[in-house]
């Protein structure tokens, strides 16, 4: 099946520091998100984003389809960005359901 | 959007029971999932539950161990039958809204399992 590679796999910054996040997919999709789960296991969607680049507050995101990676960037960090992000693809040739990578641990300190 | 309960919320079983876990949607929904976290790990998919079919279960998976019902629209259990303690974990619903495009999933808050 297709392989999702996240890095770092752990990060931790002080409260206003920027990040960006790294998802690199081995095949080509047709859906491609990104989740942060928070300290208490609830999963959020931050971004339906198979191509292009969306923004939504501190938090931006751009796919690059044709060379297989997304980035998601974090700015001026709070603590409450805190938890694990989650980019989870769907493949062009495998319906609705999603593959997920690792994850990024991310810690932010204030 | 879509508005998703799971029950129970967490549970303690003793090895060798089974445990059915109930997830709600608040609008209709054509694309069931469901997904197993364990300790620590990503998330992996367990089977695709759609209204009217049987289950479609991932490689690993089996329905004797995780039989799946989808009676309507709205609603969908998983059985976690004859547990051991690696199948301590956290069990996630989610939905895909659209039947005729993909677009976002939206997950239950998970269902924590702790296993004797």
């Known amino acids: 099946g297709i392989q999702v590679e996240q890095s770092p796999p752990d990060l931790i910054l002080q409260e206003g520091a920027n990040s960006t996040l790294r998802c690199n997919f081995s095949?080509?999709?047709?859906?491609l998100q990104w989740f942060h789960q928070n300290p208490w296991g609830q999963l959020i969607n931050l971004f339906y984003i198979p191509s292009g680049t969306k923004q939504n507050g501190r938090l931006s995101a751009t796919t690059v389809a044709t060379e297989r990676y997304s980035l998601l960037y974090i700015s001026s960090s709070q603590t409450t960005d805190s938890g694990v992000y989650f980019c989870?693809?769907?493949?062009?040739?495998?319906?609705?359901?999603?593959?997920f990578g690792k994850g990024t641990s991310l810690l932010v300190t204030p | 959007s879509a508005v998703i309960s799971q029950k129970p919320s967490r549970d303690i079983c003793q090895r060798g029971t089974s445990l059915t876990i109930q997830c709600q949607v608040d609008s209709q929904v054509t694309m069931m999932f469901w997904y197993r976290q364990q300790p620590g790990q990503s998330l992996t998919l367990i089977a695709t539950?759609?209204?009217?079919?049987?289950?479609?279960?991932e490689s690993g998976f089996v329905i004797d161990k995780f039989p799946i019902s989808r009676p309507n629209l709205t609603f969908s259990t998983l059985t976690v039958s004859n547990m051991s303690p690696e199948d301590s974990s956290i069990y996630l619903c989610?939905?895909?809204?659209?039947?005729?495009?993909?677009?976002?999933?939206?997950f239950g808050p998970g269902t924590r399992l702790l296993v004797l």
């Open positions: 095949d080509s999709v047709n859906n």
């Open positions: 989610s939905v895909s809204p659209s039947a005729v495009s993909q677009e976002t999933q939206y």
């Open positions: 539950a759609n209204q009217g079919s049987e289950a479609t279960y």
């Open positions: 989870a693809v769907g493949p062009s040739n495998s319906g609705y359901a999603l593959n």
